[in-house]
Structure formats: C-alpha cells, structure tokens
C-alpha cells in the first residue's frame, strides 16, 4: 500500500497476473484524462530496469538512478552534512500513536540516494490506479501497519518491498548497497484521517576499489503491477526548498512552472498545500513491464503522449512531507509561504483525545466489500 500526495492510501497487495484487462470504456477515460491534464502522467509502459547505450542521435543519459552505482559519486559537502542533520534531529515524543488503533497507523518510507553530483536525491512513485479518478498523484512507498507491533520503519520497509523492491532484510541487499535509517518525522494526518509517520533513510553505494561498478539485480526491482505503480522516478531534495527551478549543470529545464501552492483549512486550521512540478526529462523513469491485454494495448495507443512527458505533479502530504524532510536536512525555510510546525501531531492528538480516531471498522467479507474499501481509501 503507498499514500497518494493528497495523503489518502491505496491498497498495494499483489494481484495476480490473470487480472482482467481494462476494459474500452476505461482505457478511453484514461486516454482523456491524459490529454485534458496539464501535468501528464506516465503509464504502465515498456520496462526500463536497465538503461540502453546512448546511440549518435541521442544525447547521453544524465540521470541519477538508486540501483546504479555508476550514477552516483561521494557525497559531496552540503549532502554529508545534511545527512548529519538528519540522524541528530529526534521527534518530539508523541504519545498519541501508542494509543492509535491499528488501523490508524501508517507510515512511508523517505529513501534517498547520491546523484553524479553528491546531491540527495529522493525516490517518487507515481501510482497507476490513481490515474483513473486522481490524475496527478505520486507517492512514496508506504502503507498502513498490520499490527500493534509494528514499528514505523518496519511498516514502511515491508510496503517499500512490495513496490519498489526494496528487500525488507538487510541481509538480502545485494553489496555494495546498504540502507541506513536516519531519522522519524512528527506524524502527519491524512484525509483518511491516519497518523502517517514518515521514515527516512539512506541507501549507501559503497563500491569496492578496483572492482566492476555493481548495479542491483532485477530481484532488488521486482516486476512492478501495472495496476499499482506506474512509475518510479526520483528528484533533488533540495529543490524543495525552492520556488523556482533550481538550475543543475549538464540538464535542460522543461516548460513549465516548479511550484504554486495556496492555503485552506482543515479542522479548521490552515494547511498549506505544496504543488511541485517536477522535471523528468533528464533521467529515465522506470516503469512496470508491460502485461498482455488491456494494458499492453493502452501502452501502444500512448507512446506519443508519454514521449512528450517533461514533469509530474507531486503535491499534498507528500509535498509537505518533502518540505519537512528538506527543511530538517538542509537547516533552511523554504522560499514559499509554508506550515512553520513538522507534521501535525497537535491536530492528531486532538482528534484522538475527542474520540474521533476510533478503530475503523472492517467492511464484510467479498471481492465487491474489498472493492468498497479501496475505493474508500482515497479521496
């Protein structure tokens, strides 16, 4: 399961491979979507877990990606001590989340990684099911707990698994890479009404001299479902900080606006909605391999549309997320209005002392009761 950028959750278990394929109706409502959405989004395209040699024609792949180490370089001065920053900051004590129910609980999964510069940057999911009814969500892996005893980070390393590959024991990440956890952020409340605690980590690329440059097997980046993720694709933290595109040498800038955002109310106190637009016309974005019928069909009748993606909207929770992770990181307030406080503990914590956060009740059992509660889970 991982959270939308409005911070509503979607349900992440696997389907299996015989799933019905979309239907006319619903590849003709994607297809609108698409062309009526002024920020496009990717769909359940061509695999591309490994990237092709750059031939005459084409320019030479820029991009940063987690899985290549031959993408990234040592952590340059700012990135080592924004690192720092984060395995020293320590949430306030929350004790509200010891009284939550379990099915209250979540949390995701902030992962960051080196580019070729020595900058941070964080991987993004861009979820295929809410193409149909939310054009325009990304998110990050994450998802509800399971159980009381789950911690945040191991609810977020579980969901992390099932989306994006990423082994849940240590021990099963193919060397030279390791995951550091850093630090946890105040929890934030999403429209579902769930305390969401975000977990951010490091993945480390610690090449050994004098051997082969080590990329991470295709188990460490599983066949993605087409349903679920629709893309996987990752920007520099920093730049969330920023109200305009932040220049990086080498890369062009697409058309396009960076970032607007506006203030509303919610439980009657504002909350500042980030809209970041984010450039992806200088890395590749890996997405799920193709799978017969109605998805392999859609993928054809899009492939104009896709090549002329430049930038995906990440907004919501998950923007204010990445507002929170970056302002912690990098010891600096953003250029744009924003929430001065982490997260929203203080309305959680009111909510639950009202008795408004009770245990969500279990629907009935049955495919359509499974297909009630999904569709409740988002906005």
């Known amino acids: 399961m991982s959270t939308t950028t409005d911070g509503t959750y979607a349900n992440t278990a696997e389907r299996p491979d015989d799933s019905p394929p979309l239907t006319e109706l619903e590849t003709a409502e994607i297809l609108q979507s698409i062309r009526n959405s002024t920020t496009h989004l990717p769909l359940d395209l061509a695999p591309v877990l490994h990237r092709p040699q750059p031939t005459e024609e084409q320019a030479p792949d820029l991009g940063s990606y987690y899985w290549d180490t031959s993408t990234m370089a040592p952590l340059n ?109 105040p929890c934030s409340l999403a429209k579902t009404e769930m305390a969401v605690r975000p977990c951010v980590a490091f993945l480390h690329a610690d090449d050994v001299p004098g051997k082969p440059t080590a990329m991470v097997e295709e188990s460490m980046i599983p066949r993605l479902d087409a349903k679920e993720v629709a893309a996987v694709f990752s920007a520099p933290l920093h730049d969330f900080l920023k109200a305009n595109d932040e220049p990086h040498e080498g890369e062009t800038i697409p058309p396009g606006e960076w970032y607007d955002g506006y203030w509303h109310h919610w439980h009657d106190e504002p909350w500042r909605v980030h809209n970041f637009h984010v450039p992806v016309n200088n890395q590749k974005v890996t997405k799920p391999k193709i799978r017969d019928g109605g998805q392999a069909a859609l993928a054809d009748e899009l492939d104009e549309e896709e090549d002329a993606v430049q930038r995906f909207l990440v907004w919501g929770l998950t923007g204010r997320m990445l507002v929170d992770t970056a302002r912690v990181a990098y010891g600096e307030e953003p250029e744009f209005e924003h929430n001065d406080h982490y997260g929203d503990e203080h309305l959680i914590a009111s909510l639950e002392n009202g008795g408004q956060l009770p245990e969500k009740k279990r629907k009935e059992v049955g495919l359509d009761a499974i297909k009630d509660e999904v569709k409740d889970a988002k906005i």
Not at 109 to 132: E, N, P, Q
Not at 143 to 165: F, M, N, T, V
């Open 77 to 185: 001065a700012v990135s080592t001590a924004a690192l720092a920053r984060l395995r020293a900051y320590k949430p306030p004590p929350f004790p509200t989340w010891d009284r939550l129910p379990v099915s209250r609980r979540a949390a995701v999964l902030i992962l960051l990684f080196a580019d070729r510069r020595g900058d941070l940057r964080v991987v993004i999911t861009m979820r295929a099911a809410s193409l149909r009814n939310f054009s325009g969500h990304a998110a990050f892996p994450g998802g509800k707990a399971d159980s009381l005893s789950e911690s945040p980070y191991q609810i977020a390393r579980r969901e992390a698994w099932e989306e994006i590959g990423l082994p849940m024991d240590d021990s099963k990440i193919p060397k030279p890479f390791r995951i550091e956890p850093l630090c946890c952020l």
